[in-house]
């Protein structure tokens, strides 16, 4: 299996399992739609931003990069497990 191959079924997995979750269900299918359509953009986006960091054979700029949006990515999944605490 390639990684290609791993992503998609990743992103199958977690987008059917959004649209199992009632509070998803509620949100409406226009909301859903934006949300799964925003979230192929960004993997799509990572791909791109991944193959164009290997081009330019800069490690040390990649690594910097790359854990600048790690970094941003946490400061949301702790905004968001803050907000599930309440």
């Known amino acids: 299996m390639d990684n290609s191959d ?14 199992k979750n009632k509070s998803t269900k509620d949100a409406g299918p226009g909301v859903m739609k934006h949300i799964i359509d925003r979230d192929q953009v960004l ?7 991944y ?3 290997e081009k330019l054979n800069d ?3 990649a690594v910097e990069m790359l ?4 970094t941003m990515m946490v400061e949301m999944l702790n905004q968001f497990k803050g907000k599930a605490g309440r």
């Open 6 to 19: 791993l992503l998609n079924r990743v992103h199958n997995r977690m987008v059917n399992d959004l649209l």
């Open 67 to 70: 854990a600048e949006h790690i």
């Open 51 to 53: 193959v164009s960091l």
């Open 43 to 49: 993997r799509k986006a990572i791909a791109d931003l």
């Open 59 to 61: 490690q040390k700029l």
